[in-house]
């Protein structure tokens, strides 16, 4: 059986489900998105990942085309429908379709956004080996544009680096700008050091990911301090751990960059505890 979607208002089969082919975020990756999760059948930081969605409309002049609470609602609702007890709700909004394709933005009195949401069953999310095991990853030169920040649909240039990353026999890739790691292809990057977790510092640059802000908080909890910093491949080499952060990897072991083990080459035990920690808290806070 297909899943239902969320489209303008509307719970469709996703068969019916349709957009414009002028539709902005087809033509020119006019929009933006979010990714929440869910475990137990309930939305993981879904506070986080709305406040970052009304700061990335802020940023590209876009109308908040829906509530908190009417975002809350539909997210509840699509897990409710679908039966997902693990797994992932995906929400996109575009500048909509203004019925031709111009450069110019439309007029937003004239041009409704497209709101547009469906959710992905992913059992084993949690408790997930591949992911208790650590991955590999390889480097690749940061060429995205310089607003990191915004979580646009513009992730061409982060499927090329996975798509690089497989052809490697790794599981993701680090982009490196000015000789530092920025930020995985979907994911923020960490090295540890004795009891120090050191990850890139927020700007422009990288995504503030919300994974991360939590990891961050939960840090004390784990006995460790945090430094935000950015780091070389070369110095996340010789680190003890290495680590990645998102809303579909949680915490997420790095054994190897480059085709250099880091540490012992396993997954580190610093990085599992945080992992442990941080789905443990977000089963609690989970709504
Ligand atoms: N990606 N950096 C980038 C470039 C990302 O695309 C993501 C998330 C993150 C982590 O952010 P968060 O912890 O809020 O998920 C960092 C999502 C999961 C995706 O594109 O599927």
Redesign the pocket.
């Known amino acids: 059986m297909g899943r239902i979607v969320y489209v303008n208002g509307e719970y469709l089969p996703e068969e019916e489900a349709t957009v414009s082919i002028f539709d902005r975020g087809f033509l020119m990756a006019d929009g933006v998105?979010e990714?929440t999760s869910v475990l137990d059948g309930k939305l993981i930081d879904f506070d986080?990942?709305a406040a970052?969605l009304a700061r990335s409309l802020a940023e590209l002049d876009m109308a908040q085309p829906i509530s908190h609470e009417e975002l809350l609602a539909v997210h509840r609702e699509l897990v409710a429908r679908n039966g997902i007890d693990e797994g992932l709700v995906y929400l996109q909004i575009t500048r909509g379709n203004p019925g031709d394709r111009d450069f110019v933005f439309p007029d937003p009195d004239e041009t409704a956004p497209t709101v547009v949401m469906f959710t992905q069953s992913k059992p084993g999310l949690a408790d997930n080996p591949a992911a208790r095991a650590g991955i590999k990853v390889i480097s690749l030169p940061d060429l995205r544009w310089h607003r990191?920040d915004i979580?646009t649909v513009q992730?061409l240039y982060?499927s090329m680096g996975k798509m690089a990353a497989k052809a490697a026999g790794a599981g993701d890739a680090w982009f490196v700008e000015d000789g530092k790691v920025t930020?995985?292809?979907?994911?923020?990057a960490y090295i540890v050091k004795g009891n120090r977790i050191i990850t890139r510092e927020l700007s422009n640059d990288?995504?503030h990911?919300?994974?991360?802000a939590a990891v961050l908080r939960f840090a004390a909890e784990a006995q460790m301090e945090v430094e935000e910093r950015a780091f070389t491949i070369e110095e996340a080499q010789g680190a003890d751990e290495a680590f990645i952060?998102?809303?579909?990897t949680f915490v997420t072991p790095v054994i190897e960059i480059d085709g250099v083990k880091v540490g012992t080459g396993e997954a580190g035990p610093k990085a599992l505890r945080l992992r442990e920690i941080y789905i443990e808290e977000s089963r609690k806070a989970a709504i």
């Open positions: 998105y990714v986080g990942h970052r990191r979580k992730l982060p930020e995985g292809t979907s994911n923020n990288i995504l990911g919300i994974t991360r952060t998102s809303a579909t």
